[in-house]
């Protein structure tokens, strides 16, 4: 697996340098070195996380931010540190940390932003502010309109207005 990691990373720098051709030298060993290292951090995260042992995901995913700041996986790991303040219920805590995986918007890679933007409108909704909710929802279609948390999106929003249409019919 490890070989499989450097023989990726080395692929990848390769197809950069080639790029550029300003560039005369392939990367240095130390280089290739920190995405290894990089790599198997970010894999001890996700397993971690994946086995939902909480509290020492949370350690190694900030220390993963603190070490890779620049990582194309650093909007996978704000994600998932904002997804385990979800998962234990402390909601104003989930929308702070997914807002800053909202951050990595513009970075190459950043593939997390959408389901970033799902579980921020669910917090609102779970702290009862269903306006907030609605108008994140929206913010989510508007910006990721084929993706599959905008059509979640649809759906809550299309349950929500399905719900106050038969609470209005009941109430007359």
Do not use: C
Request: glycine share 2%.
């Amino acid at each position: 697996m490890r070989k499989l990691l450097m023989l990726m990373a080395f692929v990848f720098a390769s197809s950069l340098w080639a790029a550029d051709s300003k560039k005369s030298a392939l990367p240095s060993k130390a280089t290739e070195a920190h995405k290894s290292d990089e790599a198997r951090d970010f894999q001890r995260a996700d397993e971690l996380f994946k086995a939902g042992e909480e509290d020492k995901a949370l350690v190694s995913l900030t220390d993963f931010l603190r070490r890779y700041p620049a990582s194309q996986k650093a909007d996978d790991v704000q994600y998932m540190i904002g997804a385990i303040a979800f998962h234990r219920r402390n909601f104003p805590e989930a929308i702070r940390e997914l807002k800053k995986t909202l951050e990595y918007r513009n970075r190459a890679g950043a593939d997390r932003i959408a389901d970033a933007f799902l579980l921020v409108a669910e917090s609102w909704y779970k702290l009862g502010d269903v306006e907030k909710a609605v108008i994140e929802w929206e913010a989510l279609k508007r910006a990721f309109p084929s993706t599959p948390a905008a059509e979640q999106a649809q759906m809550r929003v299309l349950e929500l207005r399905s719900e106050t249409s038969k609470r209005g019919s009941e109430s007359q």
